[in-house]
């Protein structure tokens, strides 16, 4: 089993930035199995930001150059900067561990940007 925590959400101002946490614990093997998604108001969730199969880190188009993701290791937690947000960025954020065939998600933490 493995267990997510989100946190870091909350309410901003356009151009403005946040900074996500997904603390992860269980049996987590690899940091590079986290990935974030995102689901905003009657829309369908969608990746954001992740690691691909060969390691490379792959970002959504329209959030590429202001959303950066990290991770540090001893803390076994994964970041996601956010820069330059947008109203169009509001929603709430999940992260997501894709492992052994199985996917597990964290509670979302809601981010709104406002114009």
């Known amino acids: 089993q493995v267990q997510l925590v989100e946190s870091g959400g909350g309410l901003v101002q356009a151009g403005g930035s946040l900074r996500l946490s997904c603390a992860a614990s269980?049996?987590?093997?690899?940091?590079?199995?986290i990935n974030w998604y995102r689901q905003a108001p009657g829309k369908q969730r969608e990746a954001v930001a992740g690691?691909?199969?060969?390691?490379?880190?792959y970002y959504k188009d329209s959030v590429q150059g202001r959303f950066t993701l990290s991770r540090d290791n001893a803390k076994n937690t994964v970041y996601l900067q956010m820069n330059s947000l947008k109203p169009e960025d509001t929603g709430v954020y999940y992260c997501n561990a894709h492992q052994c065939g199985l996917d597990y998600w964290g509670q979302g933490t809601q981010v709104t940007v406002s114009s």
């Open positions: 269980g049996s987590i093997f690899s940091l590079n199995y």
């Open positions: 690691k691909t199969s060969t390691g490379s880190t």
